[in-house]
C-alpha cells in the first residue's frame, strides 16, 4: 500500500480555504458519493496557517481534517512551504529568488523562494515540525505532501546567497581550486581561478558561458532543491516515522535528477497534464508513466492531472468525453496506485479559475461530474490491482547529467538534439506494439533486461560504460554518445569513448545535417533504404560490421550503422527506427503483450492486460488470452471491439 488507504487512490487537489465553511458539508458529500479517498490539502496555505510570524491558526484546517475523517476520506497533508506568505517576504526580502539578469522577483505568484536562503529553510522546517506535531495522530493523515512541484517555477536563484552554497558545493566537489579549474578547463578564455571566491554562478556574461559550469550549475540546482526537500522529510520522519513522505513530480522535468530524488522519498508521486490538442499526447505521458514506475521500481501515484482543460496553455483544450477516464486508466496501466486530479471544486478566483475540476463551476448537473462519478464506480471496481507490480525485458536509459550536458547552450554541433525526442524516437514504437518499458539510469545493473536502448549517452563515464559492456541482453546505442567525461571534457581518442571497444567504431568527426535535410541509408543485404534527418556522424568501424551506409551526399558509402556482437551503434537520427527495433526485438526474445491496431495501447500490469482504445473510432482485435474485464464484469475472448476512447481491464485467466 503506497499511503495508509487501501485499493486505488481517488481525488485531488483540495483548497478549502477557498470557500466559505458552509461549502466544506457539500464538498466531502460529494466527495463520499464520488468515491474520493484521498485528497491533497493545504499545499498553499502558509499564509493562511501562520498569518503572523510564530501566529499559527490551524482551527480551520483541524476541522477540515475531521470532516474529511468523519467522511471516510484520507489526507494526502501538504506541509504548505510551496508558497512563503507576504510577511515573511517583507520581513526578509532576500527570500525571493533572483533571476540570471540580476533581477529580484516579486511577491505575488508561488514559489517565492531561493532555494539556498537559510531563512526560507528555517521556515519551512519550523512550519513542517509544527504540522507534524499539530497532525501527527490525526486519523485522517496518510502521506505527508513537502512543498509542490519543486522546480515548476523556481529551479534556480542568482543571488549572493545561492552564489556562496554554489561556492561550498564546489569546494565538496572539488577539494581545492586547482581541482575546480582542471575540470572546467580554465585555461580556455583565460577563466583560471585563484580562489572560490572568484567563482559565480553562471549568470548572464558577454558570451557563451563555460558548459562545465553550467553543468555543475544544473547538478548544483538540483541538489540545493533537493536540500530543501531533505529538511522537510527529515523534520516529518523525526516526528511520525510511519507516514510515508511523497513530493509531486512533473513527468520528464530537465531540472530536477529524479533519479536521486526518488532514493529520498517514500512515495513516488507525479503531475501529468497531456496536452488535449496533442493526439500523440499519450505516448508522451507513458513514457513518463514509465519513468515513474522506474523510478522506485514498483507503484507510484498519479497525484495531479487535469479532469479536462489546464489554464496555462496558450489555447487550454477541453478533454473530450470519456478522455478524462482513458487517461486514468492509461496510468493504472503503467503502475500508478490510483488517479488524483487538480483540483477537487473549481476555483473562482485567481489564476486557476479556468481550470478544469472534479467538480466544475456549473455544478452537479453537468457532464464533468457525471464523468467523476463514473471514473470512481470504475475505479472501484478496479481497486484489486493496487500494488500489483509491471515486468518489462526492455530498458531505455536515462540520465540527467547526460541531458544537461547535451542540451548545454551555445556551444554543440547543433542545438537539434533534445534528450525527450530521443527518447521518444524508441518509446513511440514500443509503445505502439505493446512492448513494456523500464527507465533505467546509466551505471544500473541491467542484467535483468534481454535488450537496453540507449537512445543519447553524451556523457558517458568509464563505470557507466562498464555496466553498458556487462550487460547480457542486446544494446542499441545512439548518436552523439560516449562524448565527454563526468566534466564535459571529450574522451581521449573522441567518441565514443569509453563505449569504443564495445560497440567497435570511432567517430571521426559530427555531421549535423541542415534543418530538412534527408540523407538516405541503404541497409545492407536486401537493399532496403531509409533516412535520416538533424543528425550523421562520420564513423570508422574498428571491428563492427556495418548494418547500413549512408547513401548520396557527403557521406555516401561510409557506414551508418554498425554492429559488434550483441551491441548495435546507430551514428545517426533514423527518420524510422522500426525495422531496425523490430529486428533487435525479434533477435532478443522480446514478444508484444498483444497485437493491437494502431492508436489501442495494450499494457500488461501482472494479470491485468489493458487494452485502450485512444481513437475516435471503434477498435477489433484479438484477445492473447480470455478473461474478465473488470470494467463491466463480463468474461471476454476471441474477437473484441472497444469501442471509440474505451478500454478493457482483462484480468487474464489462468495466469499467476
Ligand atoms: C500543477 C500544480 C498545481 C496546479 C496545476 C494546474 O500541477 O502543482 O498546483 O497549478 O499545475 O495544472
Given at each position: 500500500m503506497l499511503t495508509r488507504v487501501p485499493g486505488l487512490l481517488f481525488g485531488g487537489d483540495y483548497?478549502?480555504?477557498?470557500?466559505?465553511?458552509?461549502v466544506w458539508a457539500e464538498d466531502v458529500r460529494l466527495m463520499a458519493e464520488a468515491g474520493v479517498n484521498l485528497v491533497t490539502v493545504a499545499v498553499f496555505s502558509w499564509s493562511r496557517l501562520?498569518?503572523?510570524?510564530?501566529?499559527?491558526?490551524f482551527g480551520w484546517l483541524d476541522r477540515v481534517l475531521d470532516l474529511l475523517h468523519e467522511h471516510g476520506i484520507a489526507a494526502d497533508l501538504?506541509?504548505?512551504?510551496a508558497t512563503p506568505p507576504p510577511w515573511l517576504v517583507r520581513e526578509h526580502p532576500e527570500v525571493m529568488p533572483v533571476d540570471s539578469s540580476g533581477t529580484r522577483l516579486e511577491f505575488?505568484?508561488?514559489?517565492?523562494?531561493?532555494?539556498?536562503s537559510p531563512v526560507f529553510r528555517e521556515h519551512t522546517v519550523r512550519l513542517a515540525r509544527a504540522m507534524a506535531t499539530r497532525y501527527?495522530?490525526?486519523?485522517?493523515?496518510a502521506m505527508w505532501h513537502v512543498g509542490?512541484?519543486?522546480?515548476?517555477?523556481?529551479?534556480?536563484c542568482f543571488c549572493p546567497v545561492s552564489a556562496a552554497h554554489f561556492r561550498r558545493w564546489l569546494r565538496e566537489r572539488y577539494g581545492d581550486v586547482d581541482g575546480l579549474n582542471a575540470a572546467w578547463g580554465t585555461s580556455c578564455w583565460g577563466q583560471?581561478?585563484?580562489?572560490?571566491?572568484?567563482v559565480e554562478p553562471p549568470?548572464?556574461?558577454?558570451?557563451?558561458?563555460n558548459p562545465a559550469q553550467v553543468l555543475d550549475w544544473r547538478r548544483f540546482c538540483s541538489d540545493a532543491l533537493l536540500e530543501c526537500f531533505l529538511l522537510e522529510r527529515d523534520a516529518l520522519r523525526e516526528i511520525t516515522p510511519d507516514v510515508p513522505v511523497t513530493t509531486n513530480f512533473m513527468s520528464?522535468?530537465?531540472?530536477?535528477?529524479y533519479w536521486k530524488w526518488a532514493a529520498e522519498e517514500d512515495v513516488v508521486s507525479d503531475d501529468a497534464y497531456p496536452d488535449?490538442?496533442?493526439?500523440?499526447?499519450h505516448v508522451a505521458v507513458a513514457l513518463s508513466y514509465d519513468l515513474m514506475r522506474s523510478l522506485k521500481g514498483g507503484p507510484w501515484l498519479l497525484l495531479e492531472s487535469a479532469p479536462s482543460a489546464v489554464s496555462w496553455r496558450e489555447v487550454n483544450l477541453p478533454k473530450p468525453p470519456g478522455v478524462m477516464r482513458l487517461h486514468s486508466l492509461q496510468a493504472l496501466a503503467h503502475g500508478s496506485d490510483g488517479a488524483m486530479f487538480f483540483q477537487w471544486r473549481q476555483a473562482?478566483?485567481?489564476?486557476?479559475?479556468?481550470h478544469s475540476a472534479l467538480?466544475?463551476?456549473?455544478?452537479?448537473?453537468t457532464r464533468g461530474w457525471r464523468e467523476t462519478l463514473e471514473l470512481g464506480r470504475d475505479l472501484r471496481a478496479l481497486g484489486?490491482?493496487?500494488g500489483t507490480p509491471t515486468a518489462a525485458e526492455v530498458a531505455l536509459v536515462l540520465g540527467w547529467d547526460s541531458w544537461w550536458g547535451l542540451e548545454a547552450?551555445?556551444?554543440?554541433?547543433?542545438?537539434?538534439?533534445k534528450l525527450k525526442r530521443l527518447l521518444l524516437d524508441w518509446y513511440a514504437p514500443l509503445h505502439a506494439r505493446g512492448v513494456a518499458v523500464d527507465l533505467a539510469p546509466p551505471?544500473?545493473?541491467?542484467?535483468?533486461?534481454?535488450l537496453v536502448i540507449v537512445?543519447?549517452?553524451y556523457l558517458c563515464t568509464e563505470e557507466q560504460a562498464a555496466a553498458l559492456a556487462s550487460a547480457p541482453g542486446r544494446l542499441i546505442v545512439g548518436p552523439f554518445?560516449?562524448?565527454?567525461?563526468a566534466a564535459d571534457q571529450v574522451h581521449p581518442g573522441s567518441?565514443?569513448?569509453?563505449?569504443r571497444e564495445l560497440l567497435g567504431v570511432r567517430v571521426e568527426e559530427f555531421w549535423p545535417l541542415p534543418d530538412g535535410a534527408r540523407q538516405p541509408v541503404r541497409f545492407t543485404g536486401g537493399g532496403r533504404t531509409g533516412s535520416a534527418s538533424t543528425w550523421a556522424e562520420w564513423i570508422s568501424p574498428l571491428d563492427a560490421e556495418p548494418l547500413a551506409h549512408y547513401a548520396?551526399?557527403?557521406?555516401?558509402?561510409?557506414?551508418?550503422i554498425v554492429r559488434r556482437g550483441r551491441a548495435t551503434y546507430v551514428s545517426c537520427l533514423l527518420d524510422d527506427v522500426t525495422a531496425l527495433l523490430d529486428a533487435e526485438l525479434a533477435e532478443a526474445g522480446v514478444r508484444p503483450v498483444a497485437e493491437v491496431p494502431a492508436g489501442v495501447e495494450a499494457t500488461r500490469r501482472g494479470a491485468y492486460l489493458f487494452l485502450l482504445n485512444h481513437t475516435t473510432a471503434p477498435a477489433r482485435l484479438t484477445l492473447p488470452c480470455p478473461g474478465a474485464d473488470?470494467?463491466?464484469g463480463r468474461r471476454l475472448r476471441g474477437e473484441i471491439e472497444i469501442a471509440p476512447r474505451d478500454a478493457v481491464v482483462l484480468r487474464i485467466e489462468g495466469d499467476q
Open positions: 483548497n478549502p480555504e477557498q470557500w466559505p465553511e458552509e501562520e498569518p503572523r510570524p510564530g501566529g499559527f491558526d501538504a506541509t504548505a512551504t505575488g505568484s508561488r514559489q517565492g523562494y531561493c532555494p539556498s501527527s495522530s490525526h486519523p485522517a493523515l509542490n512541484e519543486y522546480a515548476d517555477h523556481t529551479l534556480e583560471h581561478y585563484t580562489g572560490f571566491e572568484q549568470r548572464r556574461a558577454p558570451g557563451p558561458v520528464i522535468l530537465h531540472g530536477l535528477d488535449p490538442a496533442d493526439p500523440d499526447a473562482r478566483y485567481g489564476p486557476e479559475k479556468f467538480l466544475p463551476h456549473a455544478g452537479t448537473d484489486e490491482i493496487a547552450p551555445e556551444s554543440m554541433p547543433s542545438d537539434r538534439l551505471g544500473r545493473d541491467l542484467s535483468g533486461y534481454r537512445p543519447n549517452l554518445s560516449g562524448v565527454v567525461d567518441a565514443p569513448g569509453p563505449l548520396g551526399g557527403d557521406l555516401d558509402g561510409r557506414p551508418a473488470l470494467l463491466t
